[in-house]
């Protein structure tokens, strides 16, 4: 099928951009990379009068880091997380997590805010936020807000995001990128995770002082596992193992087309051990002289 | 209405579109390029992959619109008007990377994309970049020949007679 018919806009400036926004929130949607939105429009499961494309709007594409963290542009797409050398130095999780979204012509396309802003409850990005204590941040016409990801998520396709504010940045922080870990059960190359597990340490003295444990697929948000997390603060390498129980123990995930909640207790059992040898593992990618 | 300018195939094109007009659809139907697929129109199958500026992008799954100033590349790039098959193409033919075809333009552009990126890559990592790519036909075992082939001049298993 084909978009049913809708006002197009091109805002030039971040301002006209809000400005755009606010006269049309109610009506309108924001067109970043067009991955999801588009698919909706072609399916009609969206009609919005107004289409708001954020592609011509300057500023919104940078990768900086900063003072222990690294700021991330709306409109920066996955490929570029997966290629970007500072995000690869800095928060090498985000660049691994890059690697799972969609197919390379999906990655080619649609951007991390876009996917955040949209809060698929399978999608990598807000399990990478929640793992790197990612902050987003919001505009609007009455000015800029940052709010943590444990508040952003709230469920299937629902956010913290107020109507007339767009999703502009989002920030990484570098503090638990120290030891890390990824690991997606996919049905088929690209789809979206039936689970996945995302693990981030911070490591004092050879101790791990910090563990965040975010898992997606399980439940209507992604999910931090603070069972999980409790195992992995100062615990030795056989603490794998604990961990995996601990976080199956913990979930009690939905059933869908997708899996079963067995199979997904299962899945998160696997999905974390392999995330917590990768964060553990002196040889793999996953571990980080901090 | 709205007026857009693009470079097509390396030709500089003007044109009204409706906002809603999707990329696939302004390429077939307003400029009869209609090497261009279109399968699910929802961004899965992949047939509609085509290049902007160089990078793969699923044609139904951006509106012409967002195409203004940017560069397009589709299959007619690749040989035009009897120059011959491109080296990716041959290398399909070759190794029969192809039955029904439906897929195939999609599949090319990918390649092509490849060859650009990655060009030293083993048959894993083939597989991994065409994964967005549905082929209902081969197996896909004779794809990857192809583009083995296409990439690295390695025999694969070619039937050249």
């Known amino acids: 099928m084909k978009p049913p018919r809708f006002a197009y806009h091109a805002p030039r400036t971040l301002p006209e951009l809000l400005e755009t926004f606010n006269e049309t929130a109610d009506e309108a949607v924001v067109l970043a990379g067009g991955q999801s939105l588009l698919p909706m429009l072609n399916l009609r499961l969206a009609a919005p009068s107004h289409v708001i494309d954020l592609g011509r709007v300057p500023g919104l594409d940078s990768i900086a880091s900063t003072n222990g963290s690294v700021e991330v542009g709306a409109m920066v797409t996955h490929y570029r997380m997966e290629t970007d050398a500072v995000v690869a130095a800095s928060v090498p999780l985000a660049r691994r997590a890059a690697g799972y979204v969609g197919y390379r012509a999906i990655r080619n396309r649609g951007t991390v805010g876009g996917s955040v802003a949209h809060a698929d409850p399978a999608a990598e990005w807000p399990i990478v936020l929640l793992a790197l204590d990612g902050e987003v941040g919001l505009a609007s016409v009455r000015g800029w807000r940052s709010i943590a990801a444990e508040d952003f998520f709230e469920s299937v396709y629902t956010t ?96 869908d087309i997708h899996g079963s909640s067995a199979f997904r207790k299962r899945l998160v059992h696997a999905e974390t051990l392999r995330a917590v040898r990768q964060a553990f593992s002196a040889n793999e990618a996953g571990a980080r002289d901090g | 209405m709205a007026e857009i300018s693009l470079t097509v195939n390396g030709e500089r094109t003007a044109a009204q579109v409706d906002p809603r007009t999707l990329l696939s659809d302004f390429l077939r139907d307003g400029l009869n390029l209609t090497g261009t697929h279109v399968g699910c129109e929802h961004g899965y199958c992949g047939a509609c992959t085509v290049l902007v500026d160089g990078a793969s992008a699923r044609s139904c ?33 070759d190794c029969h990377g192809l039955q029904c075809g439906f897929c195939t333009p999609g599949l090319l552009m990918s390649v092509v994309e490849l060859a650009a990126t990655n060009p030293d890559c083993g048959r894993d990592e083939i597989r991994e970049h065409l994964s967005g790519n549905v082929c209902r036909c081969t197996g896909y075992h004779h794809i990857v020949d192809a583009v083995e082939r296409a990439l690295n001049g390695v025999p694969g298993r070619a039937d050249d007679s």
Do not use: Y
């Not at chain 1, 789809?191 to 597990?197: G, N």
């Open chain 2, 61 to 93: 799954l951006m509106l012409a619109i967002q195409a203004d100033a940017r560069s397009v590349e589709t299959v007619e790039s690749l040989s035009v008007n009897g120059a011959g098959l491109h080296p990716i193409q041959q290398a399909f033919k």
């Open chain 1, 160 to 255: 913290a995001k107020r109507p007339d504010e767009i999703v502009t940045s989002l920030r990484l922080s570098t503090r638990c990128a120290h030891r890390w870990g990824f690991s997606e059960f996919q049905r088929r190359t690209g789809d979206f995770a039936t689970v996945a597990v995302a693990v981030a340490c911070a490591v004092e003295a050879g101790e791990i002082c910090e563990a965040r444990v975010a898992i997606a697929g399980v439940a209507d948000r992604p999910m931090r596992c603070r069972e999980a997390e409790a195992v992995l603060v100062g615990g030795s390498a056989t603490a794998a193992a604990d961990a995996a129980e601990a976080a199956s123990d913990s979930v009690d995930p939905i059933s």
